[in-house]
């Protein structure tokens, strides 16, 4: 009966440390790198929407998953690809600006969410340019 019990106690003991083993293993190590975070789109003509592609590699081992982007200006749109991105792939995070509103000088963030991103978690892009009535 003592060794039916210590052989159960040891499976117990051995289980509870495969699972603690398995749930260690949480954080991510993909990792986004682009190959630039600015753009300047020099003489920008009011009313034509100007595109750029930030260009962006996943250099980490595991899928890259690109969860949002926030930009500061309704001027300003964001259009990526929503599946993840595996490791040495890449992928592009096309922004769209458009001058509605009067000219001069323009300068704006866009934040990037991703699980590969900075202890910060986000990497932040930026664009700019200058606004003419006639272009």
């Given at each position: 009966?003592?060794?039916?019990?210590?052989v159960?106690?040891?499976?117990m003991?051995?289980?509870?440390c495969r699972?603690?083993?398995?749930?260690?293993?949480?954080?991510?190590?993909?990792?986004?790198?682009?190959?630039?975070?600015?753009y300047?789109?020099?003489?920008?003509?009011?009313?034509?929407?100007q595109e750029?592609?930030?260009?962006?590699?996943?250099?980490?081992?595991?899928?890259?998953?690109?969860q949002?982007?926030?930009t500061g200006?309704?001027?300003?749109?964001?259009?990526y690809?929503?599946?993840?991105?595996?490791?040495?792939?890449?992928?592009?995070?096309?922004?769209?600006y458009?001058?509605?509103n009067?000219?001069?000088?323009?300068?704006?963030?866009?934040?990037v969410?991703?699980?590969?991103?900075?202890?910060?978690?986000?990497t932040?892009?930026?664009?700019?340019?200058?606004?003419?009535?006639?272009?």
């Open positions: 009966m003592k060794r039916v019990f210590f159960l106690l040891s499976l003991l051995l289980t509870g699972k603690e083993n398995k749930m260690a293993v949480t954080a991510s190590k993909a990792k986004i790198d682009f190959e630039t975070v600015e300047n789109f020099n003489n920008v003509g009011q009313g034509h929407p750029y592609d930030f260009v962006f590699h996943n250099v980490g081992a595991t899928p890259l998953v690109i949002k982007t926030e200006c309704s001027c300003t749109q964001v259009d690809d929503k599946e993840p991105v595996d490791a040495g792939e890449g992928g592009i995070i096309r922004v769209t458009l001058a509605n009067g000219t001069g000088r323009f300068s704006h963030f866009i934040a969410y991703s699980n590969g991103a900075d202890s910060i978690g986000y932040t892009l930026h664009i700019e340019g200058e606004v003419s009535a006639r272009h």
